[in-house]
């Protein structure tokens, strides 16, 4: 079997990355991504309004792979036990950032008709959305509020790119293409 | 009541709840992994001023980031403070958001919406 899990965006130039990580997502990497991430885009001298919003997805992003990954099939090369992939790139007016990681064949269905429920939804509904999970869900036993996803949609004002890539029958590998771009209008 | 004080982390806020002069403050950011262990004291000790709180009540949020679970942590801190406001005291938050963040104005309002509580959104200029 040849899977590969950079070929998702290797054919992206790769010139543009700013940070690549594979491996354990564990509270100290996630905060020298943060830390890394925030560094390069003050010396850059990028706006603070574009800077706030990519901190905020980049810290959803990465705490939503700390809550929710499903454990790594066990062929797979880095037995960790919260296996991520985090590819943040610069590209025209803003960044791209994209996660990967391991679903269950069983839990792909609930997690693209997440997906799909939020990419049909216009700023209004995303945003009533919102306020409604906050109201009403509880912070689950993983530790997620379940807001992830709906606070990136609301805040970047884009559709969420994804795709699941079939690793074998009972596993595939989730990617999700963030892009956090200036000025976008509702 | 023994005031609570927090220092702030790159990933926690400072907190200062002091109940002799009836001033919250929560200041910085606030994107632990772990949020309910960081907020479930705070939310006690709110519980306990509930009993006895003065007159008025300030409560001051001047966040630069928080994560969507701290979202819910925050929510249930307001949840207090509404118990409080409902049974008869004054209270008033503040919420302070950077020059051109409307992304955390519109998170003073989703609570303003959702707790019965006067908020006033003061946009910090400097």
Redesign the interface.
Known sequence: MSFNIESYYSGQSKENVILLYKGNVD?DV??HV??SVEEKMVAVNDN??LR??V??VL??SL?NL??HVDRVPDDFEDQVEKYGLLVVSRVNGGYKIITGNFVQSENIEKLEEKIKRINRSSHEEI?EL??FI??H???SAK???G??L??IAR?TGNKLDYAFVQYNNNYSFFYLDILVNEEKEN | MEPIIIEGT??TPTVKFDAGAGIFEIKGRS?P????EFYKPLVDWLESYKESPLTKTTVNIRLE?F???S??CI?DVFKKLEAIHKAKNEVEVNWYY?E??E?ML?AGE?YE??IRVPFKMIEITD
Do not use: A
Not at chain 2, 33 to 36: A, L, T
């Open positions: 509270s996630i905060n943060l830390d603070p309004k706030k919003k901190y905020n810290v959803e705490q700390y809550h945003k919102y306020k906050l109201n869900q509880r912070i530790g997620g509020g807001l992830g709906v606070d805040k | 790159p990933k994107i992994e772990n949020s309910v980031y994560n969507t679970s979202s819910k929510l950077e051109d963040d992304d519109e989703d919406s959702i």
